[in-house]
């Protein structure tokens, strides 16, 4: 089988690092669309975007009028994306597009309708930042207790799955809930979920890491929400 990929990128001032990721995702040798979507950055994303669009005819870019955050992002790449399968990749270069092919074996083997790329399952990874470890795997904990999966990253970035997979949920998180409303609207629909180890190199705040302590509040709220309201 020689899946069409939708790789969809969610970017917001990501001057620094964009470029470089979005020609790392081009040398993967897989028949791709690139769906990249700037999510209203102030820097000089847009033109960056922009350039690479004229030169790159897998890439297709997006623009929000202004910041309406990651999972307004995504659902406006799933909405444009034709391909079999829809990969999820962040605009900084913390996760390893060279890893796609761990993520599409149990979805081309047909075990899996969802792969979560797990940064803990092993996988070569920067060290540092042990309390956003420990906020990560406490908010897995809690999402597993109410989804009755056994994830060990549901807040990882790399999430892969055939593209009819978003016909069944239902998706309405503007910000970084996005992550654990999916998760509880993927375990709800009964999709089957498979786990791959990838690896991962970190970025601390001062490198321009957008994920607060405030967001793990947001998805702790989501996760009781989509428990208890629905």
Request: charged share 25%; proline share 4%.
């Amino acid at each position: 089988m020689d899946p069409l990929l939708s790789i969809v990128i969610p970017v917001y001032n990501e001057a620094g690092f964009v470029e470089t990721l979005v020609r790392r995702v081009a040398e993967q040798p897989w028949r791709m669309e690139i769906i990249a979507v700037d999510d209203g950055s102030d820097d000089d994303t847009a033109e960056i975007l922009a350039r690479l669009a004229e030169e790159m005819e897998a890439l297709t870019v997006l623009t929000h009028p202004g910041n309406l955050g990651k999972g307004a992002a995504l659902r406006t790449g799933f909405a444009a994306a034709t391909g079999d399968v829809v990969i999820i990749q962040d605009a900084d270069l913390e996760y390893d597009p060279a890893d796609y092919e761990k993520l599409l074996v149990p979805l081309l083997d047909g075990r899996a309708d969802v792969v979560y790329g797990s940064r803990f399952l092993g996988g070569p990874h920067r060290v540092h930042n042990f309390h956003h470890y420990v906020a990560n795997r406490a908010l897995t904990t809690l999402s597993n207790i109410f989804t009755n999966l056994n994830l060990t990253d549901m807040e990882t970035c790399y999430k892969a799955f055939r593209r009819d997979v978003l016909d069944g949920l239902t998706l309405n998180r503007d910000d970084f809930g996005f992550e654990p409303e999916f998760t509880a609207r993927v375990a709800e629909a009964g999709f089957r979920v498979y786990e791959v180890p990838i690896s991962y190199s970190g970025r601390d705040y001062a490198e321009g890491k957008k994920i607060r302590p405030l967001d793990g509040l947001k998805a702790l709220g989501v996760i009781l929400k989509v428990r208890f309201f629905g």
